[in-house]
């Protein structure tokens, strides 16, 4: 009999599994208890279900213990279930204001339904209530029996059911943040979204598995993930398991099976009984099972069936509880099953990881081939995959010559992916057991690798004593040096470099290397030819170039490595031809010599020819290293993708200052939060790069320059551009002296130093025809500007600029060639809106000042007062006093204080340190760089 009421007495919490019924009714209860209302709270367990009135008596005993409580004593006439109703009413109804919160209620037993079922029904209204949480969905057996009387209760008007929904992905971010103090970078917040299909108990289960094993990193308030699949050791008896675990035999192990199996389109079924050894029929059950509780998602593909999981999540989590037989056997199932063509794998990666875990269950050979050949591929790729196939290659070859080789492509994989150690244990494996097995080829690359790991470990001593010759290297002579010259580049002593390689007799072809002047300039240099010539400026003769011709020939000629050791050293002392040489050699390069000619080009700012380079070889940017790509990206103005990449690799641990193109990324990292009205945190890579010694410090000295630039500390920058140019001459290096002679240039022209800046146009210009770089020539052309106002030369280095497809190149040529008397109203609002598709918020607002000098019509004034405003609040965010943010946005103390207090108006605050609170945790947006 139903009982309409305004209030049911019975609420239901719905939700699948991990979806956070229990957190629910705790919040519940907690609220209910904060305002004095008496509460019970009862949690039931599956084989409680099998227990006659079990939740009856649980329930009578807890209420029996409230003050008031009463108990009907009246047995005559009455059955077990209407005694125990009646009293259950009574007991409820002198308990006004009572909750009773009841979790996993779908397990209550028979005999309790009824009789719960009878007292909800004669309750007043003004009696207690009763709060369950049901587990959904609801599958045969005694939680189906609870769901249908609670279905009866709703259609009686007796209950009402609250069903959670799976977190949103701004509330999943909320989480994250919750667990880790730190907002989730979009790219981690979008995975963890995809693998617990914002399920809670998913989403907590991943962040802790990343948190363990050391993949979640926080750099800058954000957290990423710095590895792929988290490693999960969750108990049998999680939550998430709690549909698999309440399911039938063999739901368990045939669950486990589909982890493994489950990309595969075909006859999983077959194959998970072939493996588990059960008839066909039960694993075919099993799984209809499965799908009922919503564990998997049966569907058809191409005619055939496969399965996925609901919560993705639940794979890994799966595959954690495989002992070693039961996943070689499953793996050797699925392989079988591949090779043969009863199943299919849209995956390439699926068959690899089952070679991999499969070992000497399958065909050894044939899993060796394929396993070293997907290792390769996937080197740059996938590192992490690779390194997992290259091991179980190693572990299935016999030869020794063999398995040198495939240790030494892991290796190889080590060193790129950044993981330093074991790519110094790899190294050390070869040089201490595998002598005789290592070609010439071999030794080179080993004892780079070697020497890598030394400078990535951080053993700064060991590469010193490498580079000293102290600790004498093994092996022939050639890759010893070269080993020794790339020492010598880490610790940032290239000239050296190349004058060891010089000397070195056992580089055949070799001839005396030029040396360079003892202030760094180039002696072969001495003429300054025509703009277009530039780019296509003739070679330099020298060992470099001579090994790398030599490298082209199959015998006798130098080792790859040695070879890209050379023609570095000579990039790095601002002659890329012998790299570009090397780049055009026959046959298939290394990923170590695609990603060190990219570099060395991407930081010479020759973009194009490094992105041609890729396209030559068929490869895209994103075969490259993070780092590799982190510098494409910054050159090619997409910026938000190279700062992620930059935090990533930071995160990672993947980027040391070893490598020299590190500091030309902290530099572009610099760049990029110094250009969106960071300085503060533009100085936080560079002061990390020159805690690790990073090769290349004049390129820190150049960020350090910019900001104290902006900062109005002329005086500090000029000493700091002094600074790095004595550090770049002393080395030799040549990347990034451009730059640091056109900031010399220009700030000796702003107090009046005629020779100072016309120094800069001579060395400029000299960098130039060393380099054959149009970027540079861009550098030379600006400096000229800088000297003499030269409106010829600002309109050359716009053109100039032009081919580059280098937009910040652009629009800060742009800007600078107005100076020269160039057209205002059309270089200034171009640069204006190269700037804004940057996110350039700082370099926005300073050319607005220069529009608004030269009468220059400024676009969009709703727009101009938002990114004004953002900009304030970032610097204020920074920590920018007054008269500093006077200094930066060019304007007067007054001016700031207005626009301070209209600031704090709208946004809501009533101080710096809330302004900054808000900027700091999202709340109020800034959009840079976030």
Same mark, same amino acid.
């Given at each position: 009999?139903?009982?309409?009421?305004?209030?049911?007495?019975?609420?239901?919490?719905?939700?699948?599994?991990?979806? @956070?019924?229990?957190?629910?009714?705790?919040?519940?209860?907690?609220?209910?208890?904060?305002?004095?209302?008496?509460?019970?709270?009862?949690?039931?367990?599956?084989?409680?279900? !099998?227990?006659?009135?079990?939740?009856?008596?649980?329930?009578?005993?807890?209420?029996?213990?409230?003050?008031?409580?009463?108990?009907?004593?009246?047995?005559?006439?009455?059955?077990?279930?209407?005694?125990?109703?009646?009293?259950?009413?009574?007991?409820?109804?002198?308990?006004?204001?009572?909750?009773?919160?009841?979790?996993?209620?779908?397990?209550?037993?028979?005999?309790?339904?009824?009789?719960?079922?009878?007292?909800?029904?004669?309750?007043?209204?003004?009696?207690?209530?009763?709060?369950?949480?049901?587990?959904?969905?609801?599958?045969?057996?005694?939680?189906?029996?609870?769901?249908?009387?609670?279905?009866?209760?709703?259609?009686?008007?007796?209950?009402?059911?609250?069903?959670?929904?799976?977190?949103?992905?701004?509330?999943?971010?909320?989480?994250?943040?919750?667990?880790?103090?730190?907002?989730?970078?979009?790219?981690?917040?979008?995975?963890?979204?995809?693998?617990?299909? !914002?399920?809670?108990?998913?989403?907590?289960?991943?962040?802790?598995?990343?948190?363990?094993?050391?993949?979640? %990193?926080?750099?800058?308030?954000? =957290?990423?993930? =710095?590895?792929?699949?988290?490693?999960?050791?969750?108990?049998?008896?999680?939550?998430?398991?709690?549909?698999?675990?309440?399911?039938?035999?063999?739901?368990?192990?045939?669950?486990?099976?589909?982890?493994?199996?489950?990309?595969?389109?075909?006859?999983?079924? #077959?194959? +998970?009984?072939?493996?588990?050894?059960?008839?066909?029929?039960?694993?075919?059950?099993?799984?209809?099972?499965?799908?009922?509780?919503?564990?998997?998602?049966?569907?058809?593909? $191409?005619?055939?069936?496969?399965?996925?999981?609901?919560?993705?999540?639940?794979?890994?989590?799966?595959?954690?509880?495989?002992?070693?037989?039961?996943?070689?056997?499953?793996?050797?199932?699925?392989?079988?099953?591949?090779?043969?063509?009863?199943?299919?794998?849209?995956?390439?990666?699926?068959?690899?990881?089952?070679?991999?875990?499969?070992?000497?269950?399958?065909?050894?050979?044939?899993?060796?081939?394929?396993?070293?050949?997907?290792?390769?591929?996937?080197?740059?790729?996938?590192?992490?995959? /690779? *390194?997992?196939?290259?091991?179980?290659?190693?572990?299935?070859?016999?030869?020794?010559?063999?398995?040198?080789?495939?240790?030494?492509?892991?290796?190889?994989?080590?060193?790129?992916?950044?993981?330093?150690?074991? /790519?110094?244990?790899?190294?050390?494996?070869?040089?201490?057991?595998?002598?005789?097995?290592?070609?010439?080829?071999?030794?080179?690359?080993?004892?780079?690798?070697? *020497?890598?790991?030394?400078?990535?470990?951080?053993?700064?001593?060991?590469?010193?004593?490498?580079?000293?010759?102290?600790?004498?290297?093994?092996?022939?002579?050639?890759? &010893?040096?070269?080993?020794?010259?790339?020492?010598?580049?880490?610790?940032?002593?290239?000239?050296?470099?190349?004058?060891?390689?010089?000397?070195?007799?056992?580089?055949?072809?070799?001839?005396?290397?030029?040396?360079?002047?003892?202030?760094? +300039?180039?002696?072969?240099?001495?003429?300054?030819?025509?703009?277009?010539?530039?780019?296509?400026? +003739?070679?330099?003769?020298?060992?470099?170039?001579? +090994?790398?011709?030599?490298?082209?020939?199959?015998?006798? !000629?130098?080792?790859?490595?040695?070879?890209?050791?050379?023609?570095?050293?000579?990039?790095?002392?601002?002659?890329?031809?012998?790299?570009?040489?090397?780049? #055009?050699?026959?046959?298939?390069?290394?990923?170590?010599?695609?990603?060190?000619?990219?570099?060395?080009?991407?930081?010479?700012?020759?973009?194009?020819?490094?992105?041609?380079?890729?396209?030559?070889?068929?490869?895209?940017?994103?075969?490259?290293?993070?780092?590799?790509?982190?510098?494409?990206?910054?050159?090619?103005?997409?910026?938000?993708?190279?700062?992620?990449?930059?935090?990533?690799?930071?995160?990672? @641990?993947?980027?040391? !200052?070893?490598?020299?193109?590190?500091? /030309?990324?902290?530099?572009?990292?610099?760049?990029?939060?110094? $250009?969106?009205?960071?300085?503060?945190?533009?100085?936080?890579?560079?002061?990390?790069?020159?805690?690790?010694?990073?090769?290349?410090?004049?390129?820190?000295?150049?960020?350090?320059?910019?900001?104290?630039?902006?900062?109005?500390?002329?005086?500090?920058?000029?000493?700091?551009?002094?600074?790095?140019?004595?550090?770049?001459?002393?080395?030799?290096?040549?990347?990034?002296?451009?730059?640091?002679?056109?900031?010399? &240039?220009?700030?000796? /022209?702003?107090?009046?130093?005629?020779?100072?800046?016309?120094?800069?146009?001579?060395?400029?210009? %000299?960098?130039?025809?060393?380099?054959?770089?149009?970027?540079?020539?861009?550098?030379?052309?600006?400096?000229?500007?800088?000297?003499?106002?030269?409106?010829?030369?600002?309109?050359?280095?716009?053109?100039?600029?032009?081919?580059?497809?280098?937009?910040?190149?652009?629009?800060?040529?742009?800007?600078?060639?107005?100076?020269?008397?160039?057209?205002?109203?059309?270089?200034?609002?171009?640069?204006?809106?190269?700037?804004?598709?940057?996110?350039?918020?700082?370099?926005?607002?300073?050319?607005?000042?220069?529009?608004?000098?030269?009468?220059?019509?400024?676009?969009?004034?709703?727009?101009?007062?938002?990114?004004?405003?953002?900009?304030?609040?970032?610097?204020?965010?920074?920590?920018?006093?007054?008269?500093?943010?006077?200094?930066?946005?060019?304007?007067?103390?007054?001016?700031?204080?207005?626009?301070?207090?209209?600031?704090?108006?709208?946004?809501?605050?009533?101080?710096?340190?809330?302004?900054?609170?808000?900027?700091?945790?999202?709340?109020?947006?800034?959009?840079?760089?976030?």
């Amino acid at each position: 009999m139903s009982r309409p009421t305004q209030s049911p007495p019975v609420t239901v919490i719905a939700g699948p599994a991990g979806i @956070g019924r229990t957190t629910a009714l705790d919040r519940l209860r907690a609220a209910a208890g904060e305002q004095g209302a008496p509460t019970v709270g009862l949690r039931l367990a599956q084989p409680e279900s !099998g227990l006659p009135f079990h939740l009856s008596y649980r329930l009578a005993s807890e209420l029996s213990a409230l003050p008031g409580s009463t108990v009907d004593h009246s047995r005559a006439g009455r059955t077990p279930v209407e005694r125990q109703a009646a009293a259950l009413a009574a007991t409820l109804a002198a308990q006004p204001g009572l909750t009773v919160f009841l979790d996993d209620a779908q397990w209550i037993d028979e005999g309790s339904l009824a009789v719960l079922d009878r007292a909800v029904r004669v309750l007043p209204e003004s009696a207690a209530r009763l709060v369950c949480a049901v587990r959904t969905p609801v599958v045969a057996g005694p939680a189906a029996a609870a769901r249908a009387l609670l279905d009866r209760l709703r259609a009686d008007g007796l209950a009402r059911v609250v069903t959670l929904r799976p977190l949103s992905t701004v509330e999943t971010d909320g989480v994250v943040a919750e667990l880790v103090r730190a907002r989730p970078h979009p790219s981690y917040s979008r995975y963890l979204h995809q693998v617990s299909r !914002g399920v809670p108990a998913a989403l907590r289960a991943a962040v802790e598995g990343h948190r363990r094993s050391g993949t979640l %990193r926080v750099v800058e308030h954000r =957290a990423h993930l =710095a590895g792929a699949e988290p490693a999960l050791d969750l108990p049998e008896g999680d939550d998430l398991f709690a549909p698999i675990r309440a399911l039938p035999a063999p739901a368990w192990p045939v669950a486990k099976a589909v982890a493994v199996l489950y990309p595969l389109d075909g006859p999983v079924p #077959d194959l +998970a009984a072939t493996a588990l050894d059960l008839p066909p029929e039960r694993v075919a059950q099993a799984l209809a099972d499965l799908v009922e509780a919503r564990v998997l998602r049966a569907r058809r593909t $191409g005619g055939q069936p496969s399965w996925r999981f609901v919560i993705p999540l639940l794979a890994p989590a799966l595959r954690a509880h495989l002992g070693p037989f039961e996943r070689r056997s499953l793996a050797r199932a699925a392989v079988d099953a591949l090779w043969t063509g009863a199943a299919r794998c849209p995956d390439r990666a699926y068959l690899a990881d089952r070679l991999a875990e499969a070992g000497r269950f399958v065909d050894s050979g044939r899993a060796r081939h394929e396993l070293v050949t997907h290792g390769a591929s996937a080197a740059v790729a996938d590192g992490p995959a /690779a *390194v997992r196939w290259l091991s179980a290659a190693a572990e299935l070859t016999p030869e020794r010559g063999e398995r040198a080789r495939v240790v030494l492509a892991r290796a190889t994989t080590h060193a790129l992916r950044g993981d330093f150690p074991a /790519a110094l244990r790899d190294a050390r494996l070869l040089l201490q057991e595998h002598p005789a097995d290592l070609t010439p080829d071999g030794w080179a690359q080993a004892l780079q690798v070697y *020497v890598t790991g030394l400078r990535g470990t951080g053993d700064v001593a060991a590469v010193e004593r490498v580079a000293a010759g102290t600790d004498r290297l093994p092996g022939p002579a050639a890759p &010893a040096a070269a080993a020794r010259a790339a020492a010598l580049s880490m610790l940032d002593c290239p000239l050296e470099a190349e004058r060891l390689l010089a000397g070195a007799a056992p580089l055949p072809g070799t001839v005396p290397l030029p040396r360079a002047a003892p202030d760094g +300039a180039f002696p072969d240099a001495a003429g300054f030819p025509d703009v277009a010539a530039f780019p296509d400026a +003739a070679a330099f003769p020298d060992a470099a170039a001579r +090994a790398a011709g030599a490298a082209a020939e199959a015998a006798g !000629g130098v080792p790859e490595a040695v070879a890209v050791v050379a023609a570095t050293t000579t990039a790095l002392l601002g002659r890329p031809q012998p790299l570009r040489t090397l780049a #055009d050699r026959p046959g298939e390069p290394s990923p170590w010599l695609v990603a060190t000619q990219v570099r060395a080009l991407a930081m010479l700012g020759d973009a194009g020819p490094a992105e041609r380079l890729l396209s030559d070889r068929g490869l895209t940017a994103a075969r490259l290293p993070e780092l590799d790509q982190a510098l494409l990206a910054f050159r090619h103005g997409r910026w938000d993708e190279a700062l992620d990449l930059a935090r990533l690799g930071l995160a990672a @641990g993947t980027f040391t !200052g070893y490598q020299p193109g590190y500091a /030309a990324l902290c530099h572009a990292a610099a760049v990029i939060q110094l $250009g969106r009205g960071r300085p503060a945190r533009a100085r936080a890579p560079l002061a990390a790069a020159r805690a690790g010694r990073a090769a290349l410090p004049h390129l820190l000295d150049l960020a350090e320059a910019e900001i104290d630039l902006v900062l109005g500390a002329a005086d500090a920058a000029a000493a700091r551009v002094t600074a790095g140019l004595a550090g770049a001459a002393a080395s030799g290096a040549v990347p990034g002296t451009e730059e640091l002679w056109l900031l010399h &240039a220009e700030l000796a /022209a702003a107090r009046g130093d005629r020779d100072g800046a016309g120094r800069g146009v001579v060395e400029t210009g %000299r960098l130039a025809a060393a380099t054959g770089s149009a970027y540079t020539a861009v550098h030379h052309l600006l400096a000229r500007v800088a000297a003499d106002r030269d409106p010829a030369a600002g309109a050359e280095a716009v053109q100039l600029a032009r081919r580059l497809d280098q937009p910040f190149l652009l629009a800060r040529t742009l800007h600078r060639a107005v100076a020269a008397g160039g057209d205002a109203g059309r270089l200034l609002g171009e640069a204006y809106e190269l700037y804004g598709a940057l996110d350039a918020g700082l370099h926005r607002c300073w050319v607005r000042n220069l529009m608004r000098a030269h009468d220059v019509p400024v676009p969009g004034r709703a727009e101009t007062v938002v990114e004004n405003e953002r900009l304030l609040a970032t610097l204020v965010a920074e920590g920018a006093s007054n008269r500093e943010l006077a200094t930066v946005l060019r304007t007067s103390e007054k001016s700031v204080e207005g626009r301070l207090s209209r600031l704090f108006a709208r946004a809501g605050c009533r101080s710096r340190v809330e302004l900054a609170t808000a900027v700091l945790t999202g709340e109020y947006g800034t959009g840079w760089g976030s």
